[in-house]
């Protein structure tokens, strides 16, 4: 299969591209797309067929349940069912990188939600998303456009790395602004607590402003296995690089871990924060500030890919603060870092 480049990074390309976009998951194709979070691989979230193209080109397995995107009510009640609590959170973060599990309507199959009751729901705030999905006229289920358990893409050309050749077309809109993947979100019945499944740029205490409580989904069992997974993106290992990830908590763990690493013959690449030492490493990713966590997240799947086509082995980077968005960029890297 021919992976189609469509550019809709200017006015008129766009009007050009989204059109042919949206009529290729109309036909029941596959079109990779920018949200503000993470590029997405969509199709036609009612047709299983068309769903199914999502997890073969992924070699996704089918116990990870999908989210599904939408423009407007029509779409959203097409899909699911929304409670009280919900359409507070509807109001104030959407459209945004807010996922909600609702319950789910008969319009969708048990390939999108993995059997499970409840249908992760998002309306993506990027343009071309909107445009696309609206053009289409179709729910769009969409995952990240990577294969699966690999580092997220926040560009088209980290799009082509993974699926060139397993998709129909990628649409480029240029790099992601968010850069993690969104909140995924359990808002519950009324007087339950909420239920975070996967942090994202809507923090714990945005939420708890607009809807009271919430908690962080904790898992008990093993996260690789089909019940143990009522959200996307809390499989075993996810996010990964192909070299081994090293976590650190300090400046100075970091300056001794990369000086060791050298030392006995490994490429170290490093994430390097703004004014940290990187002694001794083969390749630096300029990061950001420490203490500027919204671009430490817009860059952080960039520069682990970057890292990774320069070759190294190891990969040091630093924990940022479990507070804000520094919760889910300790997620994504934690996920990363497991072993296989």
Not at 55 to 70: C, E, G, Q, S, T
Not at 105 to 128: F, K
Not at 241 to 247: F, I, M, S, V
Request: glycine share 8%; net charge neutral; hydrophobic share 40%.
């Amino acid at each position: 299969m021919k992976t189609e480049y469509l550019d809709a990074r200017t006015t008129h390309s766009a009007t050009e591209s989204i059109p042919k976009a949206a009529q290729i998951l109309r036909a029941g194709g596959t079109v990779a797309f920018p949200t503000e979070t993470v590029y997405g691989l969509g199709a036609n979230a009612l047709d299983p067929a068309a769903v199914a193209k999502i997890f073969a080109a992924k070699d996704r397995p089918d116990w990870d349940p999908l989210i599904v995107h939408i423009t407007d009510r029509r779409m959203l009640e097409q899909v699911a069912r929304v409670t009280p609590k919900a359409e507070k959170l509807i109001e104030a973060f959407w459209p945004g990188p807010m996922t909600l599990l609702l319950p789910r309507t008969a319009n969708i199959s048990d390939a999108v939600t993995a059997a499970r009751p409840l249908v992760g729901v998002r309306m993506p705030a990027h343009p071309v998303a909107a445009t696309l999905i609206h053009e289409a006229g179709v729910p769009v289920a969409a995952p990240s456009a990577n294969r699966f358990g690999r580092t997220s893409p926040t560009t088209a050309q980290h799009v082509l790395e993974d699926l060139n050749h397993r998709i129909d077309a990628i649409l480029d809109g240029g790099p992601t602004t968010v850069g993690v993947e969104s909140t995924v979100l359990d808002p519950g019945e009324a007087g339950e607590p909420m239920l975070i499944y996967r942090p994202g740029a809507i923090t714990p205490a945005m939420l708890e402003a607009v809807a009271g409580e919430v908690s962080i989904f904790q898992s008990t069992g093993n996260p690789a296995t089909p019940q143990s997974l009522p959200s996307p993106g809390l499989g075993i290992r996810h996010y990964a690089p192909r070299a081994k990830l090293l976590l650190v908590t300090t400046e100075s763990e970091f300056a001794s871990r990369v000086e060791q690493l050298t030392k006995d013959g490994e490429r170290v690449g490093v994430m390097l924060p703004q004014g940290w030492p990187a002694k001794g490493a083969t390749e630096v990713f300029q990061w950001a500030s420490w203490n500027d966590g919204k671009t430490l997240a817009q860059r952080l799947f960039a520069g682990l890919r970057e890292l990774d086509a320069h070759n190294v082995t190891t990969i040091v980077c630093p924990l940022p603060e479990a507070e804000g968005v520094g919760l889910a960029i300790r997620d994504r890297l934690q996920k990363a870092a497991r072993s296989k």
